[in-house]
């Protein structure tokens, strides 16, 4: 059974929103700290063209973690499988998502993979372009097509805050260029990614990113494979093993969607052949991951039966 109506979303919602008050909002930065800790939304996108939302669905958030994903298609459409997989790992870590220990003990010393800080930096440097703007541009062409939305854009104000505080991130990228993983400058890299992280959204430009995944990298309403089919089942699989940070088997063994998450609380789901989900909910559970957010996805899962598994 498919959801009929934003009733039946927003009845969950209401059910989830106490969570809230369990978890944190990311203050690393102050334009993440702002965010209202309460705030909890939803849209669910279907191949056919409709969709329904709920919450607090008007509230815009920065993609973080979840450009991961999109960046990890890019990359692999400019450079080829083999390319991109000689240079980043296909395995989860277990480890947080900015870790840099496994760098170290890793041999070859290449990222464990893309879903990861590190494997995520690799694979932003793949993107092809002649400098940073000419490689955002392509990246934000790329999302434009995804989500049908070419109002979406890269929010300045989180983007210089995140390259003012990312130290780890650039130790992350020297540790990569000393190993010949990347060759870039480092600045420019942190400067791409900090972008693309930054980039801004709705819960339903997420969901329409969710289905174009879910419909095998066929964007519905042009009839377009954005993404190639190979590519978006890689994507999907890594959404699924490392998707949800060191929390991803037990979200899988709960919610059996592929998924990926971010710091400011967003959650992208791609139900294979049925959907997309986005959800907003910016107070975090102690690996990052949206606290309310996650359940929310708990229930929806067992209401339509859309776990995978
Ligand atoms: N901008 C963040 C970082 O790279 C994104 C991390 C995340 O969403 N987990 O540290």
Same mark, same amino acid.
């Given at each position: 059974m498919n959801c009929q109506s934003s009733e039946e979303l927003q009845a969950l919602v209401n059910e989830c929103? @106490?969570? /809230? =008050? %369990?978890g944190k909002v990311a203050d690393y930065i102050p334009a993440l700290k702002? /965010? =209202? %800790?309460n705030d909890l939304s939803i849209s669910i996108f279907y191949p056919d063209g409709y969709g329904f939302s709920a919450g607090d669905c008007q509230q815009s958030m920065t993609l973080q973690s979840i450009s991961k994903v999109i960046s990890l298609a890019l990359a692999i459409m400019d450079r080829g499988v083999d390319y991109v997989f000689e240079r980043v790992g296909q395995e989860p870590t277990? @480890?947080?998502?900015?870790?840099?220990a496994k760098l170290e003990t890793n041999k070859p010393s290449k990222p464990l993979n893309p879903m990861i800080n590190a494997g995520a930096l690799a694979v932003t440097h793949m993107i092809k372009g002649a400098n940073v703007q000419e490689r955002l541009h392509r990246l934000m062409t790329f999302i434009h097509a995804i989500t049908g939305n070419d109002q979406i854009k890269v929010n300045e104000e989180v983007a210089d805050s995140e390259f003012k505080t990312a130290d780890l991130n650039r130790s992350l990228c020297y540790f990569l260029r000393q190993h010949n993983v990347i060759e870039e400058n480092v600045e420019d890299l942190i400067d791409l990614y900090t972008k693309q992280c930054a980039i801004e959204v709705t819960c339903l430009d997420l969901a329409k990113i969710g289905c174009v995944l879910a419909m095998d990298g066929v964007e519905m309403s042009t009839g377009k494979q954005v993404i190639p089919h190979e590519i978006a089942r890689i994507c999907k699989t890594f959404m699924v093993t490392c998707g949800m940070y060191n929390a991803s088997g037990e979200f899988a063994i709960k919610v059996g969607i592929p998924a990926k998450s971010g710091v400011s609380g967003g959650i992208l789901g791609a139900v294979p052949g049925k959907c997309g989900i986005g959800i907003y909910g910016p107070s975090l559970d102690e690996k990052g991951n949206s606290i309310a957010g996650v359940k929310l996805l708990e229930k929806l899962s067992k209401k339509y039966s859309l776990s995978m598994f």
């Open positions: 929103r @106490d969570y /809230a =008050k %369990q702002k /965010a =209202k %800790q277990g @480890d947080p998502f900015n870790s840099v």
